[in-house]
């Protein structure tokens, strides 16, 4: 199944206000919850998913929901060889909630960096659909040595410096939330935050993590973009970790006085459009993110994508107390 795209070529800034609905500007018509849940049965060998299930829960940490003390989530690593079921769920998981966002590829979402990257995931494992398994994921890849940091999705975008290269770095993306387990009250943010813990304890030595945060079309067609930018130019470090190629990047040279929060509300009011929420994520985490510049994304909707790093030595002592000491002392987190 593949969807077409909104036309919204010769529209007016005040006819795509009209046009938005729980800030966001849709890129594909939306599809309805039973369109939603026949598409992801699609294909889906739902025996095999089961066992793939049950075999990812032994081998996993359980750990409570951020709301409910009744619902029992599962924190672990999956690639398309070792859980092809789930990771057909997962592709699926995307392109749903990225469309809800403002984004999406069209398709399932998946693409040449699935063949090298994992996928950390949140398995909620009291389940009643497969649209409902995976309640948040993030992709990444662990840099150990010089020539792994080619093989990740930044590469293509970016150039990596040398001393970057010489340190070992957590790679990230495609972050998710899953919107029909949050109505539940069974994830949240706070349990990607947890996510990251979880996959930092399993990579000794690691300096950081560094990926890329997405601005949906609606920015650009509504000019919010400039704004964010202009945030992310102010407010973030220019230090030379890497840098997005001179033939993609775009000009970012903006301005916006205040923080995100005021970004935030700012946006909303002008606009009708929510800011990316993982952007305020990583915001309340430190005061120290790199930024490494921005550029078109045609494969990923015409999206802009910001590149960004953040150094363990630069989180807040409250996050790394509360969501990376509990796994690194081999004690289980209960949220």
Not at 207 to 219: E, I, Q
Request: proline share 3%; net charge negative; hydrophobic share 35%.
């Amino acid at each position: 199944m593949k969807f077409d795209r909104i036309d919204y070529s010769g529209k007016e800034p005040e006819e795509l206000q009209k046009l938005i609905k729980n800030g966001v500007l849709p890129m594909y018509a939306p599809m309805s919850l039973e369109e939603y849940r026949s598409w992801m049965e699609e294909g889906l060998e739902l025996e095999a998913l089961s066992k793939e299930v049950a075999t990812f829960i032994d081998f996993n940490p359980s750990v409570k929901s951020t709301h409910s003390q009744d619902v029992r989530i599962v924190l672990g690593n999956i690639n398309n060889n070792t859980f092809p079921n789930l990771f057909k769920v997962l592709g699926k998981t995307r392109e749903y909630e990225f469309q809800l966002a403002g984004g999406g590829t069209g398709d399932i979402d998946t693409d040449e960096a699935d063949q090298h990257m994992d996928d950390m995931i949140v398995i909620n494992r009291d389940y009643e659909h497969p649209t409902e398994l995976i309640a948040g994921a993030y992709r990444f890849m662990y840099h150990q040595n010089s020539d792994s940091y080619d093989s990740g999705s930044m590469a293509k975008s970016f150039d990596i410096s040398e001393s970057m290269r010489k340190e070992k770095w957590i790679e990230l993306g495609r972050s998710l939330k899953n919107s029909i387990c949050e109505k539940k009250k069974i994830v949240v943010h706070l349990d990607l935050k947890a996510g990251l813990g979880f996959m930092a304890s399993q990579c000794p030595g690691v300096d950081g993590f560094f990926g890329k945060v997405t601005l949906y079309k609606a920015h650009q067609l509504l000019k919010s973009h400039k704004d964010i930018l202009g945030l992310m130019k102010k407010s973030f470090t220019e230090e030379s970790l890497f840098t997005v190629k001179k033939n993609l990047r775009i000009e970012d040279d903006y301005s916006f006085n205040g923080n995100a929060r005021k970004l935030l509300v700012h946006v909303k009011r002008s606009t009708g459009l929510v800011i990316p929420p993982v952007l305020l994520m990583y915001a309340s985490m430190t005061d120290k993110i790199a930024y490494g510049g921005s550029f078109i994304h045609n494969e990923f909707g015409g999206s802009i994508e910001s590149g960004i790093a953040i150094r363990f030595g630069h989180y807040h002592e409250p996050l790394l107390i509360n969501f990376l000491y509990p796994y690194m002392n081999g004690r289980r987190l209960w949220i």
